[in-house]
């Protein structure tokens, strides 16, 4: 009888110590998760951006393909 309330207290204290932990754990884990947040918004700017640097280089290059390129058109033959 007595090992079972020793037992009985010891699960109890346990338990609140493990829910203690839970509570620390996810008052840090939510810190982390904004600033997680944060960083993953950063990285998405920075592909934008070399997004966009990407896609002006090329409309860029393609204007000045296009200028190259042009040949005067050869007259009509009159028939």
């Known amino acids: 009888m007595l090992q079972r309330l020793i037992l009985g207290v010891g699960l109890l204290l346990s338990a609140e110590t493990t829910q203690a932990a839970l509570r620390e ?9 904004i600033n997680a947040l944060l ?13 966009g640097v990407i896609a002006l280089m090329v409309t860029v290059l393609n204007k000045i393909g296009r200028k190259k390129d042009k040949k005067p058109k050869p007259p009509k033959d009159a028939a």
Not at 25 to 33: K, L, N, V
């Open 25 to 33: 754990a996810y008052a840090r884990s939510g810190s982390d998760f």
């Open 39 to 51: 960083m993953s918004a950063v990285g998405l700017i920075g592909i934008f951006v070399v997004i």
